[in-house]
T-cell receptor, first 112, second 114 residues
Framework: EAAVTQSPRNKVTVTGGNVTLSCRQTNSHNYMYWYRQDTGHGLRLIHY???????QIGDVPDGYKATRTTQEDFFLLLELASPSQTSLYFCASSDVDNSDYTFGSGTRLLVI | KTQVEQSPQSLVVRQGENCVLQCNYSVTPDNHLRWFKQDTGKGLVSLTV?????DKTSNGRYSATLDKDAKHSTLHITATLLDDTATYIC?????????????FGAGTQLIVIP
């Protein structure tokens, strides 16, 4: 069954720590996205990608890097984590015309 | 500036009652609009997508309308169940293409009580 799988489900790190969030999709979609969700806000786009090796900057990219190693795999990197990055992170994939959008189950990150 | 506004922010209904959730937006162009259901701490699950002016969709106990002139959508849930307790998120896509961006509302938190 086609899906978007995120790991880990939960992560705790200290301020200044290094964190990598992983996302894999089996939908054969070209496009993948990283969002963060915070109370009182809609999902906000961090980075997205059109395909392997491609990276596009989203609306809230500061403090985040991303890398798309294959069509299936998209990683979000926090190299110097800060408490403001405590959030619920979602990965998603979509087809070319955005008619099919699939979200992962989320990664809850706590930076202490 | 928030381009997708949802109301109410939260809503409590008794099991079996009907409810209506509202979504107003200013996104231009407005290619399509989706309603998602998000259980607490979980991912977003698509309920329905509306594309055309005055579109109406139905998916079991969920039905939705879209008025592109008014830039307004409603999600109706009939005969609510306890499992309907969730956050419902309105999302507007500004293009039906690779250049398209999604604009998310903050959600309506629905609580269904016995």
């Amino acid at each position: 069954e086609a899906a978007v799988t995120q790991s880990p489900r939960n992560k705790v790190t200290v301020t200044g720590g290094n964190v990598t969030l992983s996302c894999r999709q089996t939908n054969s979609h070209n496009y993948m996205y990283w969002y963060r969700q915070d109370t009182g806000h809609g999902l906000r786009l961090i980075h997205y990608s059109y395909g392997a090796g491609n990276l596009q900057i989203g609306d809230v990219p500061d403090g985040y890097k991303a890398t798309r190693t294959t069509q299936e795999d998209f990683f979000l990197l926090l190299e110097l984590a800060s408490p403001s990055q405590t959030s619920l992170y979602f990965c998603a994939s979509s087809d070319v015309d955005n008619s099919d959008y699939t979200f992962g189950s989320g990664t809850r990150l706590l930076v202490i | 500036k928030t381009q997708v506004e949802q109301s109410p922010q939260s809503l409590v209904v008794r099991q079996g009652e009907n409810c209506v959730l509202q979504c107003n937006y200013s996104v231009t162009p407005d290619n399509h609009l989706r309603w998602f259901k998000q259980d607490t701490g979980k991912g977003l699950v698509s309920l329905t997508v509306l594309v055309h002016e005055n579109d109406k969709t139905s998916n079991g106990r969920y039905s939705a309308t879209l008025d592109k002139d008014a830039k307004h959508s409603t999600l109706h849930i009939t005969a609510t169940l306890l499992d309907d307790t969730a956050t419902y998120i309105c999302v507007v896509g500004d293009r039906g293409s690779a250049l398209g961006r999604l604009h998310f509302g903050a959600g309506t938190q629905l609580i269904v009580i016995p």
